[in-house]
DNA sequence: GCGCCATATACTCCGCCTGAGCAAAAGTCG
DNA sequence: CGACTTTTGCTCAGGCGGAGTATATGGCGC
C-alpha cells in the first residue's frame, strides 16, 4: 500500500494569566500536547483557515494573532503517536507548527483542555524575582556530559550565557531545549530512545515533539517582541504600564528596570496615555493606556528592551 | 478521484559573485524560476536531504549551510505551473521554501541553470552607489495607488522608510514586495489576476510564486547577518576587511562605512587576522583575515551593523 | 487631619556604543 | 621621487541605555 502524506497542524496558542505565561494543552492519551489537527486539502483554502477552524471546534476559542513557526518534516518524530492524527500507521506526517496570540485566557469549552504555565514545561525559562525557578545547575549538569568537548561546551556557553563574555539571550530556549535533549535531561529523549535515565530529569514532558514546538514559538516570541509590537497582542484593550510590563517580563522570563521600561516604551510612540486612571494596587493611582495605531499592522516596531543581566 | 497532497521544496540558492549577491535560477517553460523538487516520503528521510539530493542532481552544486524559510500552503498559489511538480492538475501542493548559502558561484552542470543577480528581480534593492538602481519612486507610485488610504500609507511608510522618522530597513524586502503586488506593480500580479496593466512594472518576473519566495530569503537573510554570523557562509576560507565589508553590503543593498565597519567586525571577535597580506587593489597591501571558530555553529552572534541612513 | 505606606511618575547622571571624519601608513605607478 | 590608492589607526561628539534618586498621589489607621 502507498505511503500517503499527510499534513498535521499544530499550535502554541499563548497568553498571560496571572502575570505568567500560559499556554493551551489537551489532554491526550499519552500525556499533555498542543491543539492539533489535520489538513484536509479538500476542505481548507488556507493553513490558517483549517487551523483557525479545528481550534474552535476543539477549544470554542477564537484564535486572533497567528504566526508560522516551522514545518517539521522529520521521519520519525511522529512515529510515538502517529495513529493519533493519521488514523493509519503507514502515513508520513508532515506538521506545520504555528503560534497564536490571545488577550486573554478564555476558559475552552472542551474538558480536555486547559491553560498551563510555560513554567511547568519550561521551569528553568522563568527568572523572574520569586518564580518558582528551577535552581537546578542546568548548565553545570550539561558541562558534565560534555566532559570536555569544545564544540558542545562552546554551544552550552551560548546557549545559557555561560562563559566570558556571553550574556542569557531569552530567545534561544529552542538551544537550550534541544541540548538538554541529547544530554538526555528531558523525559522526551528516553521516549523516544532506549530507557537510559539521565540523572535529573527538568521539566513536564509532553507528547510527541510538542515540547519541541513550544520552545520554538517562546524563542520566536520573545525575539519578536524586540522588533514588532506583539505584546499588545497579548494585552487587553487598556492596560496600565504596570500590567504592559508585566506582560513582558512574564514572556521575557526576567524582570527589567521599571522606569527606564516606561521611558522606552513612550518615547516608541506605541502607546497612548487615556484620561482615567485606576486605582488596583494600593499605591497611587496608574494612568490607563492603550496601544497606539502604530502597534497595529503586520508591520510596525517593537518595544526596547533590556538584556538579562543576573546570574546563574 | 481524490486529491493528492504533494509537497514541493524550493530553493533560493544564494552566494556572492563580483560584488553582487546572486540566486541560482533554472529556465522553465514559463520562465526563470527557483530549482525546486517534489517530496517523495518513500524516498527521502527529511526535507533537507530530499533538497541536497535534487539540487545535486539538477545542478552538480553541493548544498553547505541550508535553512527553511516558510511553508506556502494556500490554494491557488500553485494554479499557474501546477503540472510542473505534480505532473496532476488535480493535485494539492504545499511547498516548503529554503534559504541556501553558498561561499562560491560554481558553475551548475545543467545548462537550464544559471546564477543571476537579484538586482534582476529586485532592483529597487541594491541601494549601493554606482549600482544599476531602479531610481523610480516606487513609494511614490504606491502612494498614488493607495489614494490616502491610511492603513495603506502607513504599512507603505514602514516598508519604504518614508514617514516621518521611519528608515529603509533592508530586512522588509518581502513587505515591499507584496504591497507592490497589491499594487500591481510586478508582473506576476497580472499574471496570477485578470490582465489589467499597472502604470509600470518593476523587475523581472518569476514563474508561479517564486519571487516571492525570493523576497523572503532576502528578507531573512539580511536580518539574520546582524544576529548570526552568517556572512562567513558566503565567503571563503580567508578574505580582506575589505571582501568582507563588500559580500555585507552586497546582502545588505546598501554602503557602509568602512572604518566602522572595521572597527565593529575586529571587537566582535568573529575574525582573526592572519600574517599574509594581499595587494590587489593598487593600495596599500590587506591583512588577510579568516573566521574564528566562533562564528561556526549553529549558534553564536552577529555582527553589528548600521542602519541605512541615505535619502530616497 | 496627620503620619505612614505603597506605588506611580519625573528627573539626573554616567558610561558605552556608534556615526563621522581626520590622518598616517604602505604599497603601486609614472 | 611625487602623486595616487587603499588600508589602518585614532579622535570626538551625540545619543541611548543602565542605574539610581527624588517627588507625586493615592489609601489606611488613628
Redesign the interface.
Known amino acids: 500500500m502507498e ?5 498535521g497542524l499544530n499550535v502554541v496558542l499563548a497568553a498571560v494569566k496571572d502575570g505568567d505565561p500560559v499556554v493551551l494543552c489537551v489532554k491526550r492519551p499519552g500525556g499533555w500536547g498542543l491543539p492539533f489537527g489535520r ?1 484536509d ?2 476542505d481548507h ?3 490558517e483557515l483549517a487551523l483557525r477552524d479545528f481550534v474552535e471546534r476543539q477549544t470554542a476559542l477564537p484564535l486572533e494573532y497567528v504566526e ?1 513557526l ?2 517539521f ?4 518524530r511522529e512515529a510515538p503517536r502517529a495513529s493519533l492524527v493519521s488514523g493509519d500507521e503507514t502515513d ?1 506526517i ?1 506538521s ?1 507548527g504555528y503560534l497564536a496570540l490571545s488577550s486573554e485566557a478564555l476558559t475552552p469549552s472542551l474538558e480536555s483542555a486547559a491553560w498551563r504555565r510555560w513554567s511547568t514545561f519550561f521551569p528553568w525559562e522563568d527568572r523572574r524575582e520569586g518564580k518558582v525557578r528551577s535552581c537546578a545547575d542546568i548548565a553545570g549538569e550539561l558541562r558534565q556530559w560534555a566532559k570536555g568537548d569544545e ?1 558542545l561546551e ?2 552550552i556557553d ?2 545559557f550565557g555561560t562563559g566570558d563574555d556571553g550574556a542569557w539571550e531569552e530567545e ?1 530556549a529552542l ?1 537550550r531545549y534541544e541540548l538538554m535533549y541529547e544530554a538526555r535531561l528531558v523525559a522526551e529523549a528516553h521516549r523516544d530512545r532506549d530507557g537510559v535515565e539521565g540523572p535529573v530529569l527538568h521539566g513536564e514532558a509532553m507528547i510527541s515533539d510538542h515540547r519541541r514546538i513550544l520552545a520554538t514559538a517562546i524563542g520566536r516570541l520573545r525575539g519578536k517582541l524586540r522588533y514588532r509590537p506583539v505584546i499588545f497582542k497579548l494585552m487587553g484593550e487598556e492596560f496600565t504600564l504596570r500590567e504592559l510590563q508585566e506582560g513582558v517580563e512574564a514572556v521575557l522570563g526576567f524582570d527589567i528596570h521599571k522606569q527606564n521600561f516606561r521611558r522606552s516604551v513612550e518615547t516608541a510612540g506605541l502607546v497612548e496615555k487615556t484620561d482615567t486612571t485606576v486605582q488596583a494596587t494600593g499605591g497611587r493611582p496608574a494612568a490607563i493606556y492603550r496601544a497606539t ?2 502597534s497595529d ?4 516596531a517593537g518595544l526596547a528592551l533590556p538584556r538579562y543581566r543576573g546570574t546563574l
Chains 1, 2 share one sequence.
Open positions: 505511503r500517503r502524506l499527510v499534513i489538513f486539502p479538500e483554502r488556507t493553513f508560522q516551522y514545518t518534516g522529520d521521519r520519525g508520513r508532515v506545520v564544540a562552546s554551544r551560548i546557549a534561544r538551544d495605531g502604530l499592522g503586520p508591520t510596525a
